[in-house]
Nanobody, 126 residues
Framework: QVQLVESGGGLVQAGGSLRLSCAASGRTFSSNAMGWFRQVTGKEREFVAAISGTGDIQYYAYSVDGRFTISRDNAENTVYLQMNSLKAEDTAVYYC???????????????????WGQGTQVTVSS
């Protein structure tokens, strides 16, 4: 089992920045691809960013590319999402996820991930 705990969400104004953290425990973190997804009530969960086990491969959704950066610190078993130039459209609950299948590239589909955190709310005011 893998336990994931997100933190760092909050309320910010448009144009501001926020950094989310996801602390992992229970299984070898360095071998797991990790992803960030977000969801608004009434809409399906959407891909935001993903990172390979070693951190050398990162993928981003078009809507956040150039504004968000995913990174990881395997020594601390933590993955981060740095969010800059935030827009009102970024408002959502953000979830981190862990993939226990050791693929060469981090998945971008939610169905590929095995464990999920509880989510952290990000609200951007315009």
């Amino acid at each position: 089992q893998v336990q994931l705990v997100e933190s760092g969400g909050g309320l910010v104004q448009a144009g501001g920045s926020l950094r989310l953290s996801c602390a992992a425990s229970g299984r070898t973190f360095s071998s797991n691809a990790m992803g960030w997804f977000r969801q608004v009530t009434g809409k399906e969960r959407e891909f935001v960013a993903a990172i390979s086990g070693t951190g050398d491969i990162q993928y981003y959704a078009y809507s956040v590319d150039g504004r968000f950066t995913i990174s990881r610190d395997n020594a601390e078993n933590t993955v981060y999402l740095q969010m800059n130039s935030l827009k009102a459209e970024d408002t959502a609950v953000y979830y981190c996820a862990s993939d226990l299948h050791y693929t060469s590239r981090p998945p971008t589909k939610a169905s590929a991930y095995d464990y999920w955190g509880q989510g952290t709310q990000v609200t951007v005011s315009s």
